[in-house]
């Protein structure tokens, strides 16, 4: 089992930027691929941006061109760096990991709030 501890969340203006942490336990951490996923009230958990071990990424198309997810094996820590943020990217926000061959994510971090305000 792998435990997450993300960081970096806070109250922004609209326009503004965050850059989120997650800090991952376990030496197997560069094999995994790594998810940052949000959930507001009254809305099912959503996917946000995933990178693999080798370092190709996937974003949602509504965080496509303001948010970028990068990892660093050496601290075994992914980030989230959002820019343009907006109110309705106000949400929990967490990391996920699991091994590259496993479907389902397999370990989550306890969630850091972002707040975008007007």
């Known amino acids: 089992q792998v435990q997450l501890v993300e960081s970096g969340g806070g109250l922004v203006q609209a326009g503004g930027s965050l850059r989120l942490s997650c800090a991952a336990s376990?030496?197997?951490?560069?094999?995994?691929?790594m998810g940052w996923f949000r959930r507001t009230p009254g809305k099912d958990r959503e996917l946000v941006a995933t990178i693999s071990a080798d370092g190709r990424t996937f974003y949602v198309d509504f965080v496509k061109g303001r948010f970028t997810i990068s990892r660093d094996n050496a601290k075994n820590t992914v980030y989230l760096q959002m820019n343009n943020l907006k109110p309705e990217d106000t949400a929990v926000y967490y990391c996920?990991?699991?091994?590259?061959?496993?479907?389902?994510?397999?370990?989550w971090g306890q969630g850091t709030q972002v707040t975008v305000s007007l």
């Open positions: 996920a990991c699991r091994p590259e061959e496993v479907p389902k994510w397999a370990d």
């Open positions: 376990g030496r197997a951490f560069s094999s995994y691929r």
